[in-house]
């Protein structure tokens, strides 16, 4: 009776198309998924290419101008063209991205930088009572009252768009120098800037000036560096400057 069973599942194999077709299906589709995986194996892989990071010598800066006059400022005013006097102290920090080159295969590349720079800006003739606004470009990144010494944040890693679709943005903590007789050396500028006689760095007394507070400032993805602009305070007169706190209230 076994027999006769297995003879009569022979007998409907031979005779029923339904089940040949069904088979032979299976043996195509089998047939295809090899050839797939074999095509992709044997294909030969893309060749990625790393992005290449910008040096030192790459960056250009809004102003950047050798023996430009410093200006004096009187009263509370917009500086629109700070004078870039150093920079230095660069750190690339690279973006990686994992592709797919192939069904079985993948490969990790750098697809672009993080710049950080040390930016030293020369803003105007001291003694500036206070910072107390900064733009980059046309936004306001900024606001606050710092005075000689202090220090503010700039937090906006999306400024420019963000990393996925822009240029990044700024992150950093800058210190503001007043410009006063008697001022000191900034500690960052002691570590990463050389001039001067015996490479010692000066304290640039008599002259405002903006420098990073302890680490590099993150500026983007691109060695573009958008113009910076600073609201400052200056008035001689400690009279007129209580008439005008005064006044705001």
Known sequence: MKLSRYSNA?????TDPRARNCGGFFLTLLYYVVVFALSELLRPKPKLENAKPAGLGDFSFPTATEERFVPLLWGTLQITGPNVVWWGNLIQEAITEKVSTGLFSSETITKGFRYHVGIQSALCRGTVNSLLRV???DDEVFA??????GTFTIDKPDLFGGEDLGGGGIVGTLKFFAGSNNQAVSSY????????????????????????NADAVYVGTS???????????????????????????
């Open 189 to 212: 500028l002691a570590v990463h800037q050389v001039v001067g006689l015996n490479n010692r760095t000066p304290a640039y007394r008599g002259t405002c000036h903006i420098s990073p």
């Open 135 to 137: 733009w980059i470009g």
């Open 144 to 149: 606050g009252t710092v005075s000689d010494g």
């Open 10 to 14: 022979s007998v409907r194999w031979e």
């Open 223 to 249: 060695s573009s560096i958008k113009p910076w602009k600073y609201e400052l305070r200056r008035i001689p007169n400690g009279l007129v400057l209580d008439a005008l706190d005064q006044f705001r209230e």
